[in-house]
C-alpha cells in the first residue's frame, strides 16, 4: 500500500491515476548478467527479482561494485541480461528504450548551449513540436526553481543547478520511468539535501517512477518508499526495506522520525555484516 500523510483518496496526487497503484513499472525476473573480458569472466549480478509499481520510488544501495549501474542499464535496455527478463511497463526490454530518463553523476551539459536550450536537446532528439517542449521546459524550469537562470551557460552554474538542468533534460519527455545513478554523488552535503527536498517534491508533482543508486543510506531512505539492499558481486538483493514514510517528507522531520531511524539502522546492519564479510 502507498502511503500517503492523509487519505489517499482524497488527494489529487498524478501517482494515484487510475490504475497506477498497482501496475508494474519495472520488472526484474530472476536476471543474472555475466561479463566475459578476456582476462576473465565477471558475474555482474545473480537471481536479482525485482518489481517495481508504478509512480513508487525505490532505492538501490550496495558496495561499490555490486551491480547498482548495471541492474539501472538493463532496465534502461542500454544492457541485455544474459538470463532472465526485464520488463518496462509490461513489455519485455529489447533494446534501447525511449521512454525513460536517465541522470548521472555529472550532468553532461552541452558547454556551448544555454541551460534552456541543454534542457531542450532531448525535444530535438526526440522531435517534440516546439512550443509544446518549450512550455514543458519552462513548466520544468519553474518546478526545478531554475527561474532566472534559463539563459546562463553551464560554467555560469553551481554544481546543484547543473544537475537540475539534468533533471530537467531528463523529464522533457515525460517518461512514466526516471532511472538516476547516483545523481547527487557530486555535490556538497548542503546542496545535495536541498537536492533530495526538490526530488521528493517533483517526483509527487510528476508521479513519475524513480529508481535512484545511491551510496547515501540517509538519501536512500528519505527519499524510497523502498530500499533495495544489495549483496558485494555477484550482486544479489540481501533484502528490500519498506520505509512506511508518507510521500510527503520534510526534511528535518523525517530524519527525526522513528521509521528513518530504523530503516537506516536495518541498512546499516545489512551493509555492515556485509563488510564484515568481505
Ligand atoms: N562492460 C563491462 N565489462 C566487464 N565488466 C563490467 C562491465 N560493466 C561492469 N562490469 C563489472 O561488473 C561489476 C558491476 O559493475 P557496476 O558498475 O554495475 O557496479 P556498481 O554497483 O554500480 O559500482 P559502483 O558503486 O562502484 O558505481 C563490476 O565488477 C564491474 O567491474
Known sequence: MRKTAGDPKATDDPRLAAGAETSSA??????????RTKKKDVTALQDVSLDVRAGEF?????P?????????????????????EVLLGGERVRGPRRDIGYVFQRAALLDWRTARRNILLQAEMRGIPGAEARARA???????????FEDAYPHELSGGMQQRVALCRA???EPPVLLMDEPFGALDALTREQMNVELNRIWRETGTTVLLVTHSIPEAVYLADRVVVMSPRPGTITETIDVGLPAERSYATTLATAEFGAATGR???LLGAVSAHE
Open 58 to 62: 525505490v532505492a538501490i544501495v550496495g
Open 26 to 35: 519495472v520488472r526484474l525476473d530472476d536476471v543474472a548478467v555475466r561479463f
Open 138 to 148: 519552462d513548466d520544468l524550469i519553474r518546478m526545478t526553481g531554475l527561474g532566472g
Open 171 to 173: 523529464l522533457l519527455h
Open 64 to 84: 561499490s561494485g555490486c551491480g547498482k549501474s548495471t541492474l539501472l542499464k538493463l532496465v534502461a535496455g542500454l544492457l541485455a541480461p544474459s538470463s532472465g
Open 267 to 269: 541498512i546499516r546492519e
